[in-house]
């Protein structure tokens, strides 16, 4: 079946952007015959009415076929060497030149589909359903946290997979295939670039790349286990202090846990130091990758010693309650380049 390309294509004056030169228009107009053979004139929209132009697809869809809901938009985009010039850091702004939903001609650029998220969905779902990897749809929609996913945001599901990079100043193809693994070629053609030195900011889609997998990891917030068992007693954030009754604010979560229960790494790392305070009692601190340490207070005993590497769940010490504690738990704290964090947000 295909689409009527008139009634999926809204009509919309040009957008503009704010540039160093000023306003500039930046939509586009083509002239075209219908199949009667009339001149008509047709305006392009561009992406920043992306989501107008899904809800168009939505409803439109109801007349065309019943059988499909709202739930995935409904949008095929071809983007271009030109398109891809254009873009933000949060993905491409191309505009379609055909909005027929046969299957893309084979190699003549890179696609993508719009979809509508749902209740229930995560950005790895999507992806399986799509055939693509997760790596394409993080990077395309330029999504740094997929727990913040939302109902109803629009997603770009591109039609190949790869990752949408952003340029450091003097990057080539032929070094980003190379560091990539990936055809430089490939990089070229789908790009419109040469192997000219590229400036810095330059969004490129590199074909079959793939994010780091700590990358991903981080993204998708889960990088941490939990260091034990049992039942939250105190969140993070301001609390009224147990001893005292103010108001201080909590660094990390205490989890209530039986005295004596094992205490595990939440991630690999290397223990960084352990030792006694009044406040924190027997501890252990743990230095991770990418400038994130983890904290284990009010420990019954100590297993480890600084300096040792530790995997995800190496048993570490015991649950206690020494030090500045009402009972046995474990305060678990972790933090990112010296910052505490709400490590709820992190851990799986």
């Known amino acids: 079946m295909i689409w009527n390309r008139f009634l999926f294509t809204p009509r919309v004056p040009p957008y503009y952007n704010h540039g160093t030169s000023g306003m500039e228009p930046r939509g586009m107009e083509r002239r075209r015959k219908n199949k009667n053979g009339m001149e008509i004139l047709e305006r392009v929209a561009s992406f920043k009415v992306l989501a107008f132009s899904a809800t168009v697809l939505v409803f439109g869809f109801s007349f065309v076929a019943s059988s499909v809901t709202a739930s995935a938009s409904i949008r095929e985009e071809s983007i271009g060497a030109a398109d891809l010039a254009d ?134 917030g889960d990088l941490f286990s939990w260091p034990i068992r049992g039942w939250i007693t105190s969140w993070y954030g301001w609390r009224d202090d147990p001893f005292s009754g103010a108001r201080s604010f909590h660094t990390g979560v205490d989890i209530g846990a039986r005295r004596g229960a094992s205490v595990r790494a939440a991630m690999e790392g290397v223990v960084s130091a352990t030792g006694y305070s009044t406040v924190s009692g027997n501890y252990v601190v743990i230095r991770h990758h990418s400038g994130y340490t983890s904290l284990y207070a009010h420990l019954d005993r100590i297993d480890v010693k600084p300096g040792r590497s530790v995997s995800q769940a190496t048993v570490i010490g015991a649950v206690g309650s020494t030090g500045y504690s009402t009972g046995p738990h474990l305060h678990f704290t972790v933090s990112k380049n010296g910052r505490t964090m709400n490590p709820m947000t992190v851990l799986r």
């Open 87 to 220: 873009v933000g850091g949060a993905g491409p702004d191309g505009t379609s030149e055909d909005f027929s939903m046969d299957a893309p001609p084979p190699d003549q650029g890179l696609f993508y589909v719009v979809y509508r998220v749902v209740k229930g969905d995560t950005i790895s779902e999507v992806a399986a359903r799509y055939g693509v990897t997760t790596d394409s749809i993080v990077t395309f929609n330029g999504i740094t946290n997929a727990r913040t996913l939302s109902i109803g945001k629009y997603l770009k599901i591109p039609t190949l997979n790869g990752i949408l990079y952003s340029t450091a100043a003097g990057d080539t193809a032929t070094a980003l295939a190379a560091s990539y693994g990936v055809s430089g070629d490939r990089i070229k053609e789908l790009n419109g670039i040469g192997d000219e030195p590229l400036s810095a900011g330059k969004p490129v889609f590199l074909p079959d790349a793939r994010m780091s997998s700590w990358a991903l990891r981080e993204i998708s």
